[in-house]
């Protein structure tokens, strides 16, 4: 963070991959000493801790995704989450099209008008019925989710040990919701023959996003301090197995069991 840190810096983002938070102490305080902005991508965070606090309520700002792909759903959805009362107003603005039509509801003007740049982003009665009734078993849902994250991890002990893939680490005081279980293979060679195998088995597995520096736009409109070597190095290999509520242990048994095979005979 401090060699990417220029003049005009005025916020870092810590992206909580896979549910697993960020160095967040360390974060906090370089932010405080540089009078910076924290905003938590936590889309993948939702009931996920850093010493134990949710992820999304640390920094000033905390972002949650409810797309179809996170552990909470609605379909398309999210939440916006302050932890700076003078971010509320703005807020407000930015939620109803760039107008102070909270404030005209509320009976705090006569009239509303824009004030700001924004848009329809409310949600609508049956999108928002349908996350209320996700919201409601979402420890049930994260439980699950959890259980099967430590079930993989467990036995897929045995490969990660004899150096073949490596497996996700929880550190110390971080709490993981269970959203993505991945291994990261030896490269993109390799990567390619384990999710050919695993699907030609019936078993749907897949890699992630290319890393936004490296992809199109970020290269047309971003800029990066150095090379990002540990993403560069990670992502060719990285595979995402299969992990949903639905799922049973013994599915995972079945992927544990066809990785093993594939590893018998692929070094």
């Not at 810096?9 to 000493?33: D, K, Q, S």
């Not at 910076?36 to 606090?53: F, N, P």
């Not at 700001?116 to 009734?133: K, N, Q």
């Amino acid at each position: 963070i401090e060699s990417a840190i220029t003049p005009r810096t005025r916020v870092i983002v810590p992206v909580h991959y896979g549910g697993v938070a960020c160095a967040m102490n360390e974060i906090l305080e370089f932010a405080e000493t540089h009078g910076l902005t924290v905003v938590e991508d936590a889309a993948h965070g939702i009931l996920a801790s850093y010493k134990g606090r949710f992820l999304g309520t640390l920094g000033n700002i905390g972002v949650l995704s409810f797309h179809e792909t996170k552990n909470i759903v609605s379909g398309r959805g999210g939440a916006l989450l302050l932890n700076d009362e003078g971010l509320v107003e703005r807020a407000a603005i930015a939620l109803e099209n760039g107008t102070d039509r909270l404030s005209f509801l509320q009976g705090r003007v006569e009239e509303y008008s824009w004030q700001d740049v924004g848009s329809a982003f409310g949600m609508s009665e049956i999108t928002a019925s349908l996350l209320f009734a996700q919201l409601e078993a979402a420890a049930l849902i994260t439980e699950k989710r959890r259980r099967l994250f430590f079930r993989y991890r467990e036995q897929l002990e045995p490969l990660a040990a004899r150096g073949v893939v490596r497996v996700p680490y929880v550190p110390d005081g971080v709490v993981c919701n269970g959203h993505i279980f991945f291994v990261i293979t030896r490269d993109r060679e390799q990567r390619t023959r384990l999710i050919e195998y695993l699907r030609g088995n019936g078993v749907t597995a897949a890699s992630h996003y290319v890393p936004l520096h490296l992809s199109k736009a970020g290269r047309r409109f971003g800029r990066v301090s150095g090379r990002l070597q540990v993403t560069e190095e990670i992502v060719p290999g990285l595979v995402r197995l299969p992990l949903y509520p639905d799922m049973e242990e013994q599915d995972v048994d079945k992927v544990i069991d066809l990785m093993t095979a594939f590893y018998a005979t692929s070094v």
